[in-house]
């Protein structure tokens, strides 16, 4: 079974900072990726995803992630982290099974920023 | 699109009681999902439906926990008897189909609180 690691699950920047969120996963295949938010007592809602088409995907809010095969990894970035993106991300892959398709979360990382 | 519907947003019961959770998915996702949302932690596949069918329910405690889709569209998902543990936000999603690039579309939630 495939399994999702976000290491650090607290992530504290600068206004202005780059911020950079960790996410490594296990597959024996290519996976589909995908970083989902969660703002304060909102839902969670997707930022971007993976799906084989390009290395490096834009999301929205001015976040990317690079997918590296080689690291088996997905690091989630954003170049200037702004007050309202203060969340919680939350890595996944999305893995298929007799029943179809099911999707796998990280731990999640909460990320504050600082004035 | 309306999206994922929940209800109730909270509830707070005692141990040993019953509670009912209601899910109405964006209109023609086959696939919908029950996940379960401990606090620090990522959500937990508890039951996949396709349609009104149940393609995935390994991670259901079905001692207490019981779910339906009836005629493929609501869904329910019950507890009873509630245990302390069983506190978490339930969330529902669904998704267009079974692609496992399509990404997941999650209702706000219900915070369940047992005492």
């Known amino acids: 079974a495939q399994s999702v690691t976000q290491l650090g699950s607290h992530v504290s920047v600068s206004e202005g900072a780059l911020v950079l969120l960790r996410c490594n996963y296990s597959?024996?295949?290519?996976?589909?990726l995908f970083w989902y938010v969660q703002y304060p007592n909102q839902g969670l809602q997707l930022l971007l995803k993976y799906t084989s088409a390009a290395t490096l995907v834009k999301g929205i809010n001015g976040f990317e992630a690079e997918f590296k095969k080689s690291e088996t990894s997905f690091h989630l970035t954003k170049p200037s982290a702004h007050m309202s993106d203060a969340a919680e991300y939350f890595c996944?892959?999305?893995?298929?099974?007799?029943?179809?398709?099911?999707?796998?979360f990280g731990a999640g990382t909460r990320l504050f920023v600082k004035a | 699109e309306a999206g994922v519907a929940q209800s109730p947003r909270y509830k707070i019961i005692e141990k040993r009681q019953s509670v009912a959770f209601w899910c109405n998915p964006i209109?023609?996702?086959?696939?919908l999902y029950w996940y379960q949302q401990i606090l620090g932690q990522g959500p937990k596949l508890l039951i996949q439906?396709?349609?009104?069918?149940?393609?995935?329910d390994s991670q259901l405690p079905k001692d207490r926990f019981s779910a339906e889709r009836l005629k493929g569209v609501d869904s329910t998902l019950k507890i009873q008897p509630a245990k302390l543990e069983d506190s978490a936000v339930y969330l529902c999603t669904s998704r267009l189909g079974g692609v496992g690039n399509s990404p997941l579309h999650f209702g706000n939630g219900t915070r369940l609180t047992v005492t």
């Open positions: 209109s023609g996702h086959a696939t």
């Open positions: 996944a892959v999305s893995e298929r099974y007799t029943g179809g398709f099911k999707t796998i």
């Open positions: 439906f396709q349609n009104n069918g149940v393609v995935d």
């Open positions: 597959s024996s295949v290519p996976p589909y």
